[in-house]
């Protein structure tokens, strides 16, 4: 079974700050990862994604990933913060099963970025 | 930029009533999905499809309905409203369905309340 865990539900940090949302992932098979990110009263937008090569995955707005096997893990960092990161953040994992794929998505991260 | 559609934005309706809600996408992608999205929760997949004629339920169970008969457009049909149907409905497509490295896209959601 796949499973996502985005730990802490809210995260504050200063501007200029470096962000940290963390995500771990469980699943059976090697997983796809995605990181979406949600402003008020919009959609889900791709950040990033892994697939397969370099573990270390760079995105939008600054954003960047790792993918640790080891530790079942896909942080989320920026160097540093931004008013508009201030979003809600999604983690997510992909699987095929050969006729399609599911995601399983994390509860999200709310961020908040402080002036 | 993807190009998916949701109408209407926002909805407020009273119980008993039906209602469609719209997704539509300019890409050509083959697979759309419905999930529900309500607030410090993870997204439940509803409905998706594969292609055209195509419809399949999701994890959540749903009192709702899909129909695929163009391959743009994927609505979702409630019979009945009631409150406990109060939530955000995300609409996504994706191009592939291959081993999993495919990537949703999002329409900006519609937020309905039933009162």
């Known amino acids: 079974a796949q499973s996502v865990t985005q730990l802490g539900s809210h995260v504050s940090v200063s501007e200029g700050a470096l962000v940290l949302l963390r995500c771990n992932y469980s699943?059976?098979?090697?997983?796809?990862l995605f990181w979406y990110v949600q402003y008020p009263n919009q959609g889900l937008q791709l950040l990033l994604k892994?697939?397969?090569?370099?573990?270390l995955v760079k995105g939008i707005n600054g954003f960047e990933a790792e993918f640790k096997k080891s530790e079942t893990s896909f942080h989320l960092t920026k160097p540093s913060a931004h008013m508009s990161d201030a979003a809600e953040y999604f983690c997510a994992v992909s699987v095929g099963d050969g006729t399609g794929n599911q995601f399983y998505f994390g509860t999200g991260t709310s961020l908040t970025v402080i002036p | 930029e993807a190009d998916i559609y949701q109408t209407p934005r926002y909805l407020v309706i009273g119980t008993g009533k039906k209602i469609t809600l719209e997704c539509s996408q300019t890409m050509g992608h083959d697979k759309m999905y419905w999930y529900q999205q309500d607030p410090g929760m993870e997204l439940h997949l509803i409905h998706y499809s594969y292609g055209v004629n195509s419809t399949e339920k999701g994890d959540l169970s749903s009192e709702s309905t899909v129909s695929r008969i163009r391959t743009e457009h994927f609505p979702l049909t409630l019979e009945s409203a009631r409150p406990s149907h109060t939530s955000q409905y995300l609409c996504a497509s994706s191009e592939s369905w291959g081993e999993g490295t495919d990537t949703q896209y999002f329409g900006p959601g519609t937020r309905l309340t039933v009162l």
């Open positions: 892994y697939t397969t090569g370099a573990t």
């Open positions: 699943s059976s098979v090697p997983p796809y």
